[in-house]
């Protein structure tokens, strides 16, 4: 596009994520203006956000976009909880009756570019990309209204003046930075230390492995087209630490835990670069919303990466908050109306957020349990929970199905694989 020193919408989307985009295209589908502006130039995010809850499949469907992502995930079928070198939980998926059982492994710049496509359909949608926010348009001085953002881009700044403003920029925003509203930051006990690795011959491609041995434990995520996407605790601020005993430490950590990728790690990692740091925190925010403004997705209520809460909780809030700010800006748009709507979104999503990051906490803290005791307890619970099907499935379906109903299992068809991995 020709970058021209200002432009006006209805909506402007501060951020180009799951959250940002699915926003935009539904208030694009409803003939609402929306102006997106994503800091990157690109959509190659590695280790971000590519577990799609079955909630979220359940939505991409409806929203007609599943289709378009057809031989670009992975369904997984199975979790399965090995600590100690034992089996303690198997999970089978299919046995949920919903009518999307199956969470996906999804590369977020499949499920980004058909975003950007589906928007592009749409002649009240525009895309800047490139472009970092770096101030709030305020009406009345510096505790007025917000009217929109200013953004660096190669080509200079721009204005976006919109009635409402939405940040979805992720867990660290500047918006949320920017608007003066008040949030409690809470690191957890752990960071998380990601690499990617070739798929082991020896596993199949449609379960979730979890890994416990001590105090240690590992993610294992089979990642389209044919790599596993591994992340390995370590103590929060860690890094530093392990870096000092050497590469060789970080590759005898996956042994102990997978020694069927012990050989990969050697061949594949063979520098810290070829890995990458989540700092692990959740942040706790009362308001999401402040006149012309409201917060979503990470911007609202960070999570932990514990059952790909992120990208769940992005979808549904767009779901959610489309219709409402549809709805504010028909009845003429004014302040007021768009911050009851900005309320009414927080009502009807934080009781779920708070469900979801409860479950996480207690798994967080299952997780990081130490000790001959410690582990026999783990160990008790996650066995109960394998002979006990009721509560197996009373655990999991909250993290999974708070939107859906039960009902026909209709979305059981596979992608397209390697038969190594069927």
Known sequence: MTMTAELTAQVCVVGGGPAGLTLAVELAKRSVSVVVLEQSG??????????????????????????????TYVQMHHMEIVDGGSVV???DLSEFPYPHPYPVELPQPALLSALADAGREHPGFTLVQSATAVGLLREQGEDGPVTGVRARTPDGEI??????????????????????????KLPLDRDVIWLRLPFPEQWDGHTYRIRIRGGEHGLFIPTHPDSVRVGLNI????????????????????????????????????????TSMLDIFTTLVPRWS???????????????????????HAIIDAVTLAPLVEKALAAGGGPERLQRAGEAFQEA???????????????????????????????????????NRSVQQRVLSRAYFQVQQPGPTVARRMVQEPARRA
């Open 42 to 71: 690109h959509f190659n995010r590695s280790f971000r956000g590519e577990s799609v809850s079955p909630d979220s499949v359940w939505m991409l469907d409806r929203l007609g976009l599943l289709d378009r992502l057809e031989g």
């Open 89 to 91: 939980l198997r999970a």
């Open 159 to 184: 204005t976006v003046r919109a009635a409402v403003t939405v940040a979805a920029d992720g867990r660290f925003s500047k918006v949320r930075e920017l608007s003066g509203l008040s949030y409690e």
């Open 235 to 274: 103590p929060k601020g860690g890094l530093k630490a392990l870096r000092a005993q050497g590469l060789g430490a970080l590759h005898e950590r996956l042994d102990r835990l997978a020694p069927e990728l012990s050989d990969a790690v050697r061949d594949t990692v063979r520098a810290w670069s070829d």
């Open 290 to 312: 402040t006149p012309g403004l409201i917060l979503m997705g990470d911007a609202a209520h960070t999570l932990t990466p514990i059952l790909g809460q992120g990208v769940n």
């Open 349 to 387: 999503r934080e009781e779920s957020v708070r469900r979801s990051r409860a479950l996480q906490l207690r798994q967080e803290r299952l997780f990081a349990l130490e000790g001959r005791l410690g582990g026999v307890f783990r160990r008790s619970l996650y066995r109960v929970m394998d002979r």
